[in-house]
């Protein structure tokens, strides 16, 4: 392999989850790990605004042989990245003319754009934006677009299949998984169906591994601020 070296910077069940899962799926547990503590603010020092101008987890470090590092943000190019560089994991259909792929790359964007900015938005209305900022108009909105538009379409494919895109685990369900688990802590995705998916997906020692610390998770910060 031309890459030497692997450290994500994390925080607990965040986004950065996905790319630790999709890390332990792919990597093993060859790979370093950092908490960062976003809530005492350190996604906001020089040293991390330097690896990181959005001030947010994950960040993907990888070294390459000759010693150079390469930066990667963004959870959901992380897991797409990984599913494709270890073909033989099979998180993803091959890239080409096919419709699997094509299935497959429509959910991955589906969840890392679409329900993801939905739930963004559910969290900074309800969780982080000062009273005078937050406005439950938009929380509504959202979370009924979220229960009309989205949940449906999860649950016609979770219907018939067992995983997001066929009967068979692909990286979208890393991304719809934590969407998922994201969107029951705001009272969404309640249908048995849902759970019945997520104790599919629970069963992977990669998922056990990638959430084990998920209950030092602290929905609201210390003290609400802009976002
Ligand atoms: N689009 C980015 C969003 C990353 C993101 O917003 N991470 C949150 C945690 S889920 C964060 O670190 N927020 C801290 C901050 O913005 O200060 C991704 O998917 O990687």
């Known amino acids: 392999m031309e890459y030497t070296k692997f450290k994500l910077y994390h925080y607990p069940a965040t986004r950065s989850a996905r790319a630790r899962w999709a890390l332990l799926e792919t990597l093993g547990e060859d790979f370093e790990i950092e908490r960062i503590e976003l809530y005492q603010g350190i996604q906001y020092t020089p040293a991390y605004l330097d690896k990181n101008p959005n001030h947010n987890v994950p960040i993907l470090e990888i070294t390459r042989t000759d010693g150079t590092v390469h930066i990667m943000l963004e959870s959901a190019a992380m897991v797409a990245w990984l599913a494709d560089a270890f073909p033989e994991k099979e998180l993803a259909p091959a890239p080409g003319l096919s419709l699997e792929r094509a299935d497959y790359l429509q959910m991955l964007h589906f ?109 609201e910060p210390p003290a609400r601020k802009t976002a």
């Open 111 to 219: 969840a890392g754009g679409w329900m993801d900015m939905m739930l963004w938005q559910i969290r900074l209305h309800e969780h982080l934006l000062s009273s005078e900022e937050a406005d439950p108009r938009t929380t509504k909105r959202y979370r009924n677009k979220f229960v009309t538009e989205v949940e449906p379409q999860l649950k016609g494919r979770l219907t018939s299949t067992d995983f997001i895109c066929g009967m068979n685990f692909s990286a979208a369900d890393i991304l719809i998984g934590h969407n998922m688990l994201w969107a029951q802590s705001y009272q969404l995705c309640e249908d048995p169906i849902f759970k019945q998916y997520l104790s599919r997906l629970s069963a992977r020692p990669a998922f056990i591994q990638a959430f084990a610390d998920a209950e030092d998770f602290e929905p």
